[in-house]
């Protein structure tokens, strides 16, 4: 078996990883390199051949790890993938709007390529190549351990970080010997509103770790719900909004989550109104809606008495264009979710256009950051941005949460490799900014554990549990070389002999050729 990591590894988005398991070839992840990756990276190169793929094992539908299944497929792969059933749900508005926003750009770019008179680009793919990839899905529910071929069985477990996302187990068996890996796709955080926390595993020979905030520690939950809830009465007392870049999915509803509470308890000012204002979040609370029993048991236990976790009054989902800029207008009292989660694009700009330079105004980051991002440039304390060709003051205050993060952080992470007791021997850290897994892979090396930080292109041959057979292939090698040359030497001797022997004027051509035939054969 060997691993070869071709996305997701130094970098926290492109998750990619692709396994050799006997004549096989299996995928974990095929995600979409965004915003400074995107740059660097590109995404329309694959680092393996798609067709020769046998099978898709995707780990949870954030596009990180899912956005580039149509590309994929358009490029021919026509294998199967397994995700959970949740997972397969929200991949459908997933790749789907994803596509858009491809054939969206390439239509932009074109128009200004036409008009400098080069031909159009191709966008990187359409919502055709989506549709015929989701017909590839094979749901598979958690705890449904099952045989992928002869040599490859896998389990999904609870990872904790979005509806559907699992801890993947793979139980691998070469020459005879067994071993198995995990991949930890994306750990959750503990005390994430709706999500279970992530399942241990208690075994593991080899581990795929991820390792986001490998170096940071989030603060108390509920000491920042509590803060937000007070930044979002305050800026009401102010007279201004509350602008939240949010992804669409899983932090959208986690926020809700969070609102609802604090909005039954009546400790939200009664005047506020809060919007999500993305198409996306509006599908995707839905797929939520209709998947409760994955969620924990406290949500569960609501849902049973009757409160809906994710209404409450003063909620409003804005599907219309019409509709998100008629919120430009609010002064004073919305509270506005909006993608994309690291303002990076999507109708979260123009709202950051309305009120970034309004100071009775709040902006509040929930999610990760990526470097370069307008959303990280933000946080970083800049004081104009550019939205839409016009200049803005950043006057508005600027608040991130990281405790509200849909990742386990540095403690999360390294509790979760604790309490594997059986192993690992080695641990390959991906999903990381450098310094993140860096610090992740001194804190467990510290502790005894063999890291290592993976790098894209990495390539790791797994001997430790099959037997060494190409060191035996060698030496057969070797000795069947020597065998061949000797033979082929004494063939030679006996030839030259042969020929220095004949008597041209007794032995006819057809004697000589025969002898010489003889000689060769000999063995
Ligand atoms: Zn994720
Ligand atoms: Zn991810």
Not at 230 to 241: H, K, L
Not at 312 to 324: A, G, K, P, R, Y
Not at 357 to 375: M, T
Not at 434 to 459: C, F, H, M
């Amino acid at each position: 078996m060997r691993i070869e990591f071709s996305g997701g590894a130094g970098t926290v988005t492109g998750s990619s990883h692709l396994l050799r398991i006997k004549d096989k070839r299996v995928l974990l992840d095929c995600g979409l390199y965004q915003g400074r990756d995107e740059k660097d990276r590109g995404n329309d190169v694959f680092a393996y051949i798609p067709s020769t793929i046998d099978v898709l094992i995707l780990s949870h539908a954030h596009i990180d790890h899912s956005g580039r299944i149509p590309l994929l497929y358009k490029r021919g792969f026509r294998g199967k993938i397994y995700a959970t059933p949740p997972a397969i749900a929200l991949c459908k508005i997933l790749l789907i709007d994803s596509a858009y926003i491809h054939g969206q750009d390439a239509e932009w770019e074109n128009k200004k390529r036409s008009r400098k008179g080069l031909p159009p680009i191709e966008p990187l793919y359409t919502v055709e190549d989506a549709e015929n990839a989701l017909k590839l899905f094979e749901p598979l529910d958690f705890y449904q351990e099952k045989e992928i071929f002869d040599g490859l069985r896998i389990n999904f477990i609870e990872a904790g970080h979005m509806l559907g996302a699992a801890i993947t187990e793979l139980y691998i068996e070469e020459e005879s010997r067994k071993m198995k890996l995990v991949y930890s796709g994306d750990l959750g955080n503990n005390n994430i509103p709706l999500m279970k926390e992530p399942k241990e595993v208690t075994e593991a020979d080899f581990l795929i770790l991820e390792s986001t905030y490998g170096n940071r520690l989030h603060p108390d939950t509920k000491t920042e719900e509590d803060e937000l809830i007070a930044i979002i009465n305050d800026t009401y007392q102010r007279g201004g909004n509350v602008i939240i870049p949010s992804f669409a999915v899983g932090r959208t509803q986690e926020l809700i989550y969070i609102l609802n509470e604090y909005a039954e308890a009546g400790k939200l000012a009664p005047g506020i109104k809060v919007y999500v204002d993305s198409p996306l979040a509006s599908k995707s609370t839905d797929i939520f809606k209709a998947n409760m029993s994955y969620f924990d048991k406290e949500t569960q236990e609501k849902m049973l008495k009757g409160d809906h976790v994710l209404e409450f009054e003063n909620l409003f989902f804005t599907e219309s264009v019409q509709d998100s800029m008629a919120l430009n207008k609010v002064r004073k009292g919305a509270v506005v979710i909006s993608a994309s989660g690291m303002a990076t694009a999507g109708r979260i700009r123009h709202h950051l256009k309305h009120n970034l330079w309004r100071s009775e105004c709040s902006v509040v980051f929930v999610g990760y950051q990526a470097v370069g991002s307008l959303g990280r440039i933000l946080q970083e304390g800049i004081k104009e941005v550019t939205l839409f060709g016009e200049e803005i003051a950043v006057n508005a205050r600027i608040h991130s949460f990281s405790g509200l993060s849909g990742h386990a952080d540095r403690n999360g992470l390294y509790n979760w490799v604790k309490a594997i007791r059986k192993g690992p021997k080695e641990i390959f850290l991906t999903h990381g900014d450098p310094e993140a897994s860096e610090a992740l892979k001194t804190l467990l090396q510290d502790d005894g554990y063999n890291v290592r930080v993976a790098r894209e292109g990495d390539i790791i041959p797994i001997k430790d549990y099959i037997k060494l057979v190409p060191e035996i292939d060698v030496y057969e090698m070797k000795k069947t070389a020597i065998e061949d040359a000797l033979l082929r030497l004494r063939k030679k001797e006996l030839m030259v002999k042969y020929i220095e022997s004949i008597d041209f004027e007794r032995e006819t051509e057809i004697e000589i050729l025969s002898k010489m035939k003889t000689i060769l054969k000999k063995q």
